[in-house]
């Protein structure tokens, strides 16, 4: 029987989050070791187990996965969160890395010399580009692909509450995907994990910007 899914990242949400909401949603426990120094992470670089020597790094049946778009598809699979077929599928990644693509721009602030012009970009791009499509795929189906719950519906999820976070009222405009929102929001391992003290991590902090840094001898801000 294989052990426990491990999570081998910060402790914070960066790219491993939406890998904890995943497995929140099919119902599998976790246990999460933090990375907090660089001498954490050379030990993980000279075990061989970061393939391009990069985080986040995922035990799970006796593997050990890299390349979050990787991971996601793998745990999609595994728990009947990735469509019915082909054509499902390939609806479902593109609407995935679409979501992706909006929360990406998202995880950078911290690292930003001022956040405010990509704010206003995150904001823009999201009102004219993103949402827009949401809105026109829930106008009908309770789900975005297939008529039922698959990983495309639980980041679009995330992503929603990412942006509200930073732009009180966005979905003002947008009432099915506000709607979708508060149905998603009902599914009872969802409803768990939006309470406080859930292995949902909050929005970063210093202490998490700091410790990427040391830990890959990174200097910022990013320009």
Same mark, same amino acid.
């Given at each position: 029987?294989?052990?426990?899914?491990?999570?081998?990242?910060?402790?914070?949400?960066?790219?491993?989050?939406?890998?904890?909401?995943?497995?929140?949603?099919?119902?599998?426990?976790?246990?999460?070791?933090?990375?907090?120094?660089?001498?954490?992470?050379?030990?993980? %670089?000279?075990? $061989?187990? @970061?393939?391009?020597?990069? +985080?986040?790094?995922? /035990?799970?049946?006796? =593997?050990?996965?890299?390349?979050?778009?990787?991971?996601?598809?793998?745990?999609?699979?595994?728990?009947?969160?990735?469509?019915?077929?082909?054509?499902?599928?390939?609806?479902?990644?593109?609407?995935?890395?679409?979501?992706?693509?909006?929360?990406?721009?998202?995880?950078?602030?911290?690292?930003?010399?001022?956040?405010?012009?990509?704010?206003?970009?995150?904001?823009?791009?999201?009102?004219?580009?993103?949402?827009?499509?949401?809105?026109?795929?829930?106008?009908?189906?309770?789900? %975005?692909?297939? $008529?039922? @719950?698959?990983?495309?519906? +639980?980041?679009?999820? /995330?992503?929603?509450? =990412?942006?509200?976070?930073?732009?009180?009222?966005?979905?003002?405009?947008?009432?099915?995907?506000?709607?979708?929102?508060?149905?998603?929001?009902?599914?009872?391992?969802?409803?768990?994990?939006?309470?406080?003290?859930?292995?949902?991590?909050?929005?970063?902090?210093?202490?998490?910007?700091?410790?990427?840094?040391?830990?890959?001898?990174?200097?910022?801000?990013?320009?």
């Amino acid at each position: 029987m294989a052990g426990k899914v491990v999570l081998h990242y910060f402790n914070g949400r960066g790219k491993m989050e939406s890998i904890r909401w995943l497995l929140t949603v099919a119902e599998v426990e976790f246990d999460e070791v933090y990375l907090s120094t660089r001498e954490q992470y050379e030990k993980l %670089l000279s075990d $061989g187990d @970061l393939m391009f020597q990069q +985080v986040p790094m995922v /035990e799970i049946d006796g =593997m050990k996965l890299v390349q979050t778009k990787a991971i996601l598809h793998y745990i999609a699979e595994k728990y009947n969160l990735h469509g019915k077929d082909l054509k499902d599928r390939v609806m479902i990644n593109m609407y995935s890395e679409g979501v992706i693509d909006l929360m990406e721009m998202i995880m950078i602030l911290p690292f930003s010399a001022d956040p405010k012009p990509k704010l206003d970009n995150i904001q823009s791009k999201a009102k004219e580009r993103y949402l827009p499509v949401f809105e026109k795929a829930l106008s009908g189906p309770i789900y %975005l692909v297939g $008529g039922k @719950l698959s990983c495309a519906d +639980v980041q679009l999820l /995330e992503c929603t509450l =990412m942006l509200e976070e930073k732009f009180p009222g966005i979905l003002a405009d947008f009432p099915n995907v506000k709607s979708f929102q508060g149905r998603m929001t009902r599914i009872p391992a969802i409803s768990r994990f939006l309470q406080p003290g859930s292995k949902r991590k909050s929005q970063p902090d210093e202490t998490y910007t700091k410790t990427i840094m040391e830990v890959f001898k990174i200097k910022i801000p990013f320009p």
